[in-house]
């Protein structure tokens, strides 16, 4: 769920609040069609026990003029992985990510630019895969240019 609100032309300010159903991801059942028992290839399920999270957002634009907007935001996420199947395949933690970027408009193109800093809590996990602190760190550069057809 989410609302929108543009108190002038140039800002918008939004927030957002959803809710992620991955209790529903309990195992993944890996089949082997030719299985090798000599070297332990056989079928095995992968445990994963997730949990449900809420993901909190708040972002705004301001158009600096009617071509170039500038861009910012703030998103929070619980993690849905337990210590217990928490592994390096998914580094999950709950996240305080912060968002900043800049969209220009150049006729029928658009160009949008940005930069995300994402900040994992500490957990301290003991399961069979990890022993101890776990702590993460993101940091994404991303561009887009689109095409508008009419």
Known sequence: ???AYRPTAKWTIALDADWLGWSSLKTIDVNIENELLSAGLTDFSIPF???DAWMLKAEFEYK???NLAVRGGY???QTDV???TLGPANP???QNRVAVGLGYKMGKY???????????EPRSVSND????????FMQIFGMSINFKWK
């Open 49 to 51: 026990d997730y949990k």
């Open 64 to 66: 600096l003029t009617p």
């Open 75 to 77: 998103l929070f996420t």
């Open 82 to 84: 337990p210590n217990i």
């Open 1 to 3: 769920m989410g609302v």
């Open 129 to 136: 895969i990890l022993q101890g602190p776990y702590r993460n």
């Open 110 to 120: 658009t160009l949008d630019v940005f930069y995300l800093a994402d900040f994992y």
């Open 92 to 94: 999950d933690a709950d």
